[in-house]
Nanobody, 115 residues
Framework: QVHLVESGGGLVQAGGSLRLSCAAS????????LGWYRQAPGKQRELVAG???????NYADSVKGRFTISRDTVKNTVYLQMNSLKPDDTAVYYC?????????WGQGTQVTVSS
């Protein structure tokens, strides 16, 4: 059983910053990819950022240069540092852990950016 627990969401003004955390139960090395997704009202869930077991990262074009994904393999935690936030970043953010044939999701954390 894998549990992912997100934290760090909240309300912030445009231009501000937030750091999301996703704590996994057990070693994160079990997963090929760890990622952050988001879903805004009326929209499909989309990939925001991902980090592979080898440490490679990828980002959605809309967040490149503003968001940074990282991990702490001792704490089994993945982070999403979000800077220069925009109202369009408002969404529920979900942590995802992927390994072949399995995807695990956290419960989500709300991020609201006011203009």
């Amino acid at each position: 059983q894998v549990h992912l627990v997100e934290s760090g969401g909240g309300l912030v003004q445009a231009g501000g910053s937030l750091r999301l955390s996703c704590a996994a139960s057990g070693s994160i090395f079990r997963f090929n990819v760890l990622g952050w997704y988001r879903q805004a009202p009326g929209k499909q869930r989309e990939l925001v950022a991902g980090i592979s077991s080898g440490g490679s990262t990828n980002y959605a074009d809309s967040v490149k240069g503003r968001f940074t994904i990282s991990r702490d393999t001792v704490k089994n935690t993945v982070y999403l540092q979000m800077n220069s936030l925009k109202p369009d970043d408002t969404a529920v953010y979900y942590c995802n852990a992927h390994r072949p044939m399995y995807d695990y999701w956290g419960q989500g954390t709300q991020v609201t950016v006011s203009s």
